[in-house]
């Protein structure tokens, strides 16, 4: 199998140092998530049946705000974890790091936030499936309530994989997924992490060959705090 080059590592390496010397930094925060959901088309292909699955996630952040910019928070932040359907196939791990920015647009109860962010994926079931990513892009988040909150988010990602691939599917399918997961929510305005850093959104792809992609998707989710450690989230989802 050809060997590649892992572009993201400085980027990760770079992001690691920035959280553990964030100036006027907040103390770090460290959270572990599980969970599970239903995904319509796992395989990302025209004809697909759809699978449930189950996550897990590990993170460790820290949030900073600059004394120039003192209503932005600033949050830093390295993961790891997997999502498994139950096929090896399917099942996705990964690990990268995230700067994210989050502003208040006023006294809306909106907030603008932009995030760039480094990953690398691996798939058990197929050696030369995986892939280097590097992504950045915003979100518009409305916090209906205290407990509902909608994003709308678009992103651009670059993808390098270690081997040209032969598409599965036609690819970019309209899909939709659902699930639960526990974590720390962050609701009523206040600065929360990502959601959409976890797994999933990946391509599915058999590789022959050194190969790169360029990827933009479009989101919109809906985040519904169950209790202090439970969020249901229901999400559409479309890439090209």
């Known amino acids: 199998m050809t060997q590649k080059s892992f572009r993201p590592r400085l980027l990760l390496a770079c992001l690691l140092a920035l959280i553990l010397m964030a100036p006027a930094a907040r103390a770090f925060d460290l959270e572990i998530a599980v969970g599970g959901g239903y995904d319509d088309n796992p395989r990302e292909e025209k004809h697909s049946s759809g699978a449930g699955f189950s996550e897990a996630r590990i ?20 993961f790891a974890g997997g999502r498994l359907y139950g096929e090896d196939y399917d099942n996705t791990w990964m690990a990268g790091g995230e700067l994210d920015s989050s502003t208040p647009l006023g006294q809306l109860p909106l907030r603008l936030e932009f995030f760039l ?7 058990p079931g197929v050696d030369d499936d995986d892939f280097d ?3 950045t892009g915003g979100r518009l988040v409305w916090f209906l309530s205290s407990r509902l909150t909608l994003e709308w988010e678009n992103f651009l990602s670059w993808e390098d994989y270690g081997a040209d691939t032969e598409v599965t599917g036609p690819g970019s399918p309209h899909k939709s997924a659902a699930g639960n997961g526990s974590g720390t929510h962050k609701g009523g305005g206040q600065g929360r992490k990502n959601p959409s850093s976890g797994p999933g959104h990946r391509p599915r792809h058999h590789n022959r060959g050194e190969r790169s992609d360029r990827v933009t998707a479009t989101a919109l989710r809906a985040l519904l705090a169950i209790n202090p450690f439970w969020d249901g989230i229901a999400e559409i989802f479309w890439q090209g």
């Not at 900073?64 to 209503?71: C, G, K, N, Q, R």
């Open 59 to 78: 993170e460790l952040s820290r949030d900073f705000s600059p004394a120039a910019l003192p209503d932005t928070v600033f949050t830093l932040q390295g």
């Open 117 to 123: 962010a480094g990953a690398t994926f691996n798939n």
């Open 133 to 135: 990513q590097l992504k």
